[in-house]
Each structure stands twice: as C-alpha cells, then as structure tokens.
C-alpha cells in the first residue's frame, strides 16, 4: 500500500494523546511544538496513525508509532517509519534511535539494530522518553540513516 499521500505532519495533540493512550504508549510529555515532528494518517483531529521524531542533532529519536488495531498490516506503519525517517536525514540526523517494549520484530525488520543503552548518544538520554518514560526493560535500537 503507497501511504506517502496520506501522511500529514502535525497532528492536534489531543488527537495524538488519545490515540497514543489508547495503545498504552507514553504521552506524558507531549507538547504542541513536538507536533511540528509528528506525521499521521487519517485527519488532524482523529489520526489513525501517528509517528513522531525527536530531533537531538546528529541524531533523532524515533517514538510514538501506533496505527489504530483495525488498520494494522496495510503498510501503514512501515509508511511513516519511511517519511520518519527521511525528515530526520533531511534534518541532518545521521542515526535514529527508539525504544520500545512491543515492536522490536518490526523494527528489526527494517534494518534498526539492538544498540546498547549505555551507548546512547548524551542528547538521546535527554529526553524525557529515554530518561523516564519508557522502562529500563525497553529495546534500545539504532539505524544508520
């Protein structure tokens, strides 16, 4: 499925809240400024699918994919991790880095790789995702971009 049409950047954050609650992922510490960095599918209000990019340099931070359960295996997902990551090549990040606790198979699919935390870059530890609100038991993974 060619989903590149219909990824949109900057969803409203309450829609991107609800969606990213509704799948158990953090959303604590979202503003509406990390909405700049954020793509959908779907509309503004009611995304039905989300991906965010937290720009830290030379790197970034891949976070919040989620695509509503109904519409899952569509290449909804794999869409996003695509644009995600050409806007963070396109902003000078050389290496993206993710944490996550149920999709390290997909990830792992798409080239990232099990990266050790202790080797985080010092800006990716910054984060609030890093830093506190994913556990300690997450994947840490990397791909060069």
Do not use: W
């Amino acid at each position: 499925m060619d989903t590149r049409a219909s990824i949109r950047q900057k969803p409203s954050r309450a829609g991107a809240v609800r969606l990213l609650e509704n799948a158990g992922l953090p959303a604590s510490d979202l503003t509406d400024a990390h909405m700049e960095d954020f793509f959908y599918s779907g509309t503004a209000a009611a995304p039905q699918a989300i991906v965010g990019v937290e720009l830290c340099g030379s790197d970034a931070l891949l976070r919040s994919l989620v695509v509503e359960p109904d519409l899952r295996a569509q290449g909804m997902g794999s869409g996003l991790v695509t644009h995600a990551e050409a806007y963070a090549r396109e902003r000078g990040a050389q290496v993206i880095y993710l944490l996550t606790t149920t999709a390290e198979a997909f990830f792992r699919s798409r080239g990232y790789m099990v990266t050790p935390r202790d080797i985080a870059p010092p800006a990716v530890r910054a984060t609030a995702e890093f830093s506190g609100l994913c556990p300690a038991s997450s994947a840490f993974l990397s791909k060069r971009l």
